[in-house]
């Protein structure tokens, strides 16, 4: 009876753990930079900062619709856009952008967080354009 109620605890803590470390929940941002490469010339453009509460909500809801994947991915070309996401704890997470890495999906990349993400939902790929190109002008 004990090893059996051990090894429930043991799985419960295995998945807890797996849930924590693969989720892709990125929540409770309060502020992102970004910058956006320019693949002719190989250098990042100046800092553009979001601080409205409804962008960052929207940005958020769309990186959670990423599928979080546990392959890491061998690019032949350099990200376009690069993200630094701001929490409460005064701690950041840079996520990297590759528009259209696949065909049917982009490529998000996190510092901090193992294996990729993939976004392949049309209308959040549209809408994460449509931000970083508004706030980049």
């Known amino acids: 009876m004990k090893k059996a109620v051990g090894v429930m605890i043991l799985v419960f803590l295995i998945v807890t753990i797996m849930v924590f470390l693969f989720s892709n929940d990125f929540s409770k941002i309060t502020r992102i930079v970004y910058q956006k490469y320019n693949h002719s010339d190989g250098n990042f453009s100046e800092l553009i900062e979001i601080e409205d509460n409804d962008t ?19 690019k032949e070309f ?16 840079t996520v990297r952008i590759w528009i259209n890495f696949g065909p049917d999906y982009d490529l998000l990349e996190s510092e901090t967080r193992f294996g990729t993400f993939k976004l392949k939902n049309n209308k959040s790929r549209e809408k994460l354009l449509e931000i970083l190109n508004y706030h980049e002008n």
């Open 78 to 93: 350099h990200e376009d856009y690069k993200l630094i996401l701001f929490y409460p704890d005064e701690t950041t997470e």
């Open 56 to 74: 960052i909500n929207k940005l958020t809801k769309i990186l959670n619709k990423a599928n979080h994947q546990n392959t890491i991915y061998e």
